[in-house]
Structure formats: C-alpha cells, structure tokens
Antibody, heavy 129, light 111 residues
Framework: EVRLVQSGAEVKAPGESLKISCEGS????????IAWVRQMPGKGLEWMGI????????RYSPSFAGLVTLSADRSTNTAYLQWTSLKASDTAVYYC??????????????????????WGRGTLVIVSS | DIVLTQSPLSLPVTPGQSASISCRSS???????????VDWYLQKPGQSPQLLIY???NRAAGVPDRFSGSGSGTEFTLKISRVEAEDVGVYYC?????????FGQGTKVEI
C-alpha cells in the first residue's frame, strides 16, 4: 500500500524542541519531493516547505524560513520537520504530502509544479504551558 | 506571493444538483510549457486533504468523474455535477507556479 505515515500527537511546553516524522512506503521514496503543510486550529492550509529525499535539496516558504528545519533520511524513507524552540503559535496539525511528477520543474531558482498526490494523516502539535 | 481568492466561501448544496467553486489568481498561472499550475483539494471533516484535480483540469486517480476542473490564466473553476452527501468538506485551490506555493482560503460545502 502506498502511504505516508506520520508520527503521533505531541504536547510540548514553550521553548522546547521537537522533531516530527513522515515515513513513506509502497513507492520509491527518494524519487518524490515531500512537502509540509500547516493547518492551525479552525484555519486553512499553509505551505511550509519542500525537500527532496534524494539529495536533501530544501526550499522554504518565506513565512517559515529560519523557524523550522526540514530534513530527510534516505535509509529509512523518512522526512522530518523540526523546531528548536516552540511557541504557543506553533499549535497546529502538520501534514506531509508527496509531490507528483507531471509538470514538475526543478531549477536552482525554484521548484515549480508538483501537485500533492499523497497525504499523511497529520501530526497534531500542541504547545502549551 | 501569488494570492488566490476563492468564491463563494460557503456553499450550501442539494444532493443531485451541481455546484461550482471559483478560484481567481492575482497573477497568471499559465506557464510557457502550457500547463496551468493550479490544483484542487478536498478536506473532508476530520480528514487530511486529498487531491481532486491537478494542473487545472486533470482528475486525480480514483476521483469520481462528477468532479471537473477548468480555466486558464487567472480564472479557474471546480465543478461538481450531481453532488453527493460524501462531497461535503472544505475545497481548496493551490498554485505551484511559484516555489512558494499558496492556497486559497477554502470553500466550505455543506448539504
């Protein structure tokens, strides 16, 4: 079965660090970019960034650059999203998604295209004192 | 950043009737390769989003043919013909013409 399996819910205090995961299975994990999407409580979807598992080429949304770090481990087919110091405003559900191939253009100047054709179930992160 | 504006934001529907959602972009999403870089997603209650339409008009695998996408440049439409109860949820358009992808605000479809 083709799927993305995300790690379980987390409850953290402000200032703590956190790393959540997204494991791909049933397909060639290294061949597809992985995106991360945030959904704050009761709100819409926000794109955070993308990473290529084959070489860890990473592109961030300006809104999240410097606030989070994306990484990937080819040996375990797993992508990661991490924070060094959480804030209450990081409380949200975080989804990983696989990018499809058709229309995908990868250049040093940007990564264009790549619809999100497979989604994980999301990881709920609650940051509260 | 490219801004996507969806309308309406709330859409009451009647099973068996058709429904349309508009997505307008602040810039053309038509690339020189003739692809329009807009996709449509549905987030059913309590679920993660799922891909419905990619590159403006291509139905994703397993998506019923009552869903269709159309448009080019800055104006795009998702049409649901013969709405069914299982189609309720929030529909989002997303552009990927820029590396910094953006989503529309979402349209809530309810019976």
């Amino acid at each position: 079965e083709v799927r993305l399996v995300q790690s379980g819910a987390e409850v953290k205090a402000p200032g703590e660090s956190l790393k959540i995961s997204c494991e791909g299975s049933g397909y060639g994990f290294i061949n597809h970019w992985i995106a991360w999407v945030r959904q704050m409580p009761g709100k819409g979807l926000e794109w955070m960034g993308i990473i290529s598992p084959i070489n860890s080429d990473t592109r961030y949304s300006p809104s999240f650059a410097g606030l989070v770090t994306l990484s990937a481990d080819r040996s375990t087919n797993t992508a990661y999203l991490q924070w060094t110091s959480l804030k209450a405003s990081d409380t949200a559900v975080y989804y990983c998604a696989r990018l499809g191939f058709e229309g995908l253009i990868v250049l040093p100047t940007g990564v264009f295209g790549g619809y999100f054709d497979l989604w994980g179930r999301g990881t709920l992160v609650i940051v509260s004192s | 950043d490219i801004v996507l504006t969806q309308s309406p934001l709330s859409l009451p529907v009647t099973p068996g009737q058709s429904a349309s959602i508009s997505c307008r972009s602040s810039q053309s999403l038509l690339h020189a390769n003739e692809y329009n870089y807009v996709d449509w997603y549905l987030q059913k209650p309590g679920q993660s989003p799922q891909l419905l339409i990619y590159l403006a008009s291509n139905r994703a695998a397993g998506v019923p043919d009552r869903f269709s996408g159309s448009g080019s440049g800055t104006e795009f439409t998702l049409k649901i013909s013969r709405v069914e109860a299982e189609d309720v949820g929030v529909y989002y358009c997303m552009q990927s013409l820029q590396t910094s992808r953006t989503f529309g605000q979402g349209t809530k479809v309810e019976i």
